[in-house]
């Protein structure tokens, strides 16, 4: 394979992608002088049109995708999008409104939002919703204040929010950052939170119990009911981590299993893929008790018009600019309105389906640390090609890629060793599912007959096996390689 160049490497001076004909009406040059004109960029590629796209479009034909093919990162529900969705808001009503607009001008788009937040609080059993988060981590950070502006209108914050050892990385980082101390809850046998550890460790002392549910684990925490009433005859409150909804979505709702505020991740379940760097959308359902804590502005609607709503002397205040990106919730409503609720409910069952499924073809191939029946994820473990062959889930992953397929998720849930975290998700065909299944068991038999082949992957790719960490530690910022 030819290594492609950096854009810079390709430049020479005077290349330009255009030309235009040459002035002929009085030039306005120098107008905008003084001001924020850059006369001139240092180094700034000089390229053709031709040289550009062909840069760019190589490029991305060394990346994988999820139009390319299957994309099982566990937990990150990174499936198919319909582009009728992103073509939706392509349209000029939503895409060229100026965020400052007066809202007489954007009544439509006040309405989007209104509805997205009726829409929602159907779907989750909530009674409000807040739109704002730009993603998932911050759905929880603002889920975790209004848990303190709770306790505090209450009296005291509190002082402790208690988190199952499976959970996601975010959830401790947030109940730390809105000032609580984090305290560990240990999962049972069947991967899911202890009860008896539960009951110890829920005082009066604690503002809130993070849960995932369906957990990473791809388990459903059955005892749900029970927790809640665990969590609520102490005062505290239950906060779920919504991220997992695909597994749920038209089957269950948090609400009615006794949550008290959750986040979700539109962009996972709702029509915008996860990762890429975002944009995306992590909106916070609550219940009526953390309605008036919610962050302004809240879109409220007068007879006929809608308004934004600063007047809310209890709100934790404004947690993002505007009113959250907006196109990102105009796409994930463009995408429940197109399934409708019998849509919305398939996603959930073709998701955990699909899981099950996959669990089913390398059950016994693969070790599996828990014997409970899978939601929207199966989290596998390299234990028996590592124990026999000293094969890693890394080796595993690597491989995968010589065989078209994106790794699952790795090294997650922290309390399974070398975990293959696998979410397939709803989009995927059975065919799609059993080439998955195959090149997994391919990998398996190569474990056992050729080891030093997965040692060695990925072997069809343009770079190969990479170091994991030289990057973050030696970082190179000059695009100059000779000066390196
Ligand atoms: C993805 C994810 C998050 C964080 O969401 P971001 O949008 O990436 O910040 C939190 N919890 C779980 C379970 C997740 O899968």
Same mark, same amino acid.
């Given at each position: 394979?030819?290594?492609? =160049? ?11 992608? %255009? ?10 040059? #120098? ?11 240092? $180094? ?11 840069? /760019?479009?190589?490029?991305? !034909? ?19 999008? =319909? ?42 059993? %909530? ?10 981590? !911050? ?17 005291? =914050? ?7 050892? &499976? ?23 069947? @991967? ?18 993070? +849960? ?7 388990? %459903?925490?059955? $005892?749900?009911?029970?927790?809640? $009433?665990?969590?609520?005859?102490? #005062? @505290? ?7 997992? *909804?695909?597994?749920?979505? @038209? ?21 915008? =893929? ?6 995306? &959308?992590?909106? +916070?359902? +609550? ?5 008036? /804590? ?31 990106? %907006? ?12 399934? @409708? ?33 899978? *939601? ?14 000293? +094969? ?17 998720? *790795? &090294? ?5 060793? #070398? ?62 390689? $000779?000066?390196?």
């Amino acid at each position: 394979m030819i290594r492609e =160049p950096l854009i810079f490497e390709i430049s020479a001076p005077g290349k330009t992608a %255009f030309t235009l004909p040459k002035l002929d009406v009085p030039s306005n040059a #120098g107008v905008l002088d003084g001001l924020a004109v850059r006369p001139d960029i240092p $180094d700034f590629p000089q390229v053709s049109e031709v040289e550009v796209v062909r840069h /760019f479009t190589r490029l991305s !034909q060394q990346n994988y995708c999820v139009d390319l093919g299957l994309y099982p990162l566990g937990s990150c529900t990174m499936k198919y999008n =319909p582009k009728v969705n992103d073509k939706i808001v392509t349209f000029p009503g939503f895409a060229e409104t100026h965020p400052l607009a007066p809202a007489e001008t954007v009544q439509g788009n006040f309405e989007v939002l209104h509805r997205m937040e009726r829409m929602l609080c159907e779907i989750t059993g %909530f009674d409000a919703f807040t739109l704002q988060p730009s993603a998932g981590a !911050q759905g929880e950070l603002v889920g975790i204040m209004l848990v303190r502006a709770y306790h505090e209108a209450k009296g005291i =914050p509190r002082k402790y929010v208690l988190i199952p050892d &499976s959970a996601h990385g975010t959830n401790p980082s947030s109940a730390h950052l809105s000032g609580y101390e984090v305290r560990e809850i240990k999962s049972n046998a069947s @991967g899911r939170i202890d009860l008896a550890a539960l009951e110890q460790a829920m005082t009066e002392e604690v503002a809130a119990l993070m +849960v995932t549910n369906p957990n990473t684990l791809g388990v %459903f925490e059955s $005892d749900i009911c029970k927790i809640a $009433d665990i969590v609520h005859g102490k #005062g @505290g409150l239950l906060y779920m981590d919504g991220a997992n *909804m695909n597994a749920l979505a @038209g089957i269950a709702r948090p609400g009615d299993f006794g949550v008290d505020v959750l986040h979700l991740n539109l962009h996972k379940t709702f029509a915008t =893929p996860h990762g890429g760097g975002g944009p995306g &959308s992590g909106p +916070v359902g +609550v219940k009526k008790i953390l309605e008036p /804590f919610l962050p302004v502005p809240v879109v409220k609607k007068k007879g006929a018009e809608y308004a934004l709503d600063f007047d809310r002397p209890r709100s934790i205040g404004r947690v993002r600019s505007f009113y959250g990106n %907006f196109l990102v919730i105009v796409k994930a409503m463009a995408y429940i309105l197109s399934l @409708g609720p019998k849509g919305v409910r398939e996603i959930a069952e073709i998701a955990v389906l699909n899981a099950n499924y996959i669990r089913k073809g390398l059950e016994g191939v693969y070790d599996l640390q828990y014997g409970t029946a899978s *939601m929207h994820e199966v989290v596998f473990s390299d234990k028996i090609q590592k124990d026999a062959y000293g +094969v890693t889930n890394l080796d595993i992953a690597k491989r995968l890629i010589d065989y078209g397929f994106h790794p699952p998720t *790795m &090294s997650f849930p922290l309390i399974v060793h #070398g975990a293959l975290m696998i979410e397939p998700t709803e989009t995927e065909s059975r065919r799609d599912l059993d080439q998955f299944i195959e090149a997994m068991k391919t990998i398996a038999r190569e474990a056992a007959e050729n080891a030093a082949v997965l040692k060695a992957a990925p072997h069809q790719t343009y770079v190969r096996r990479l170091d994991e960490t030289a990057a973050a530690r030696n970082p190179i910022v000059t695009w100059e390689r $000779d000066k390196v």
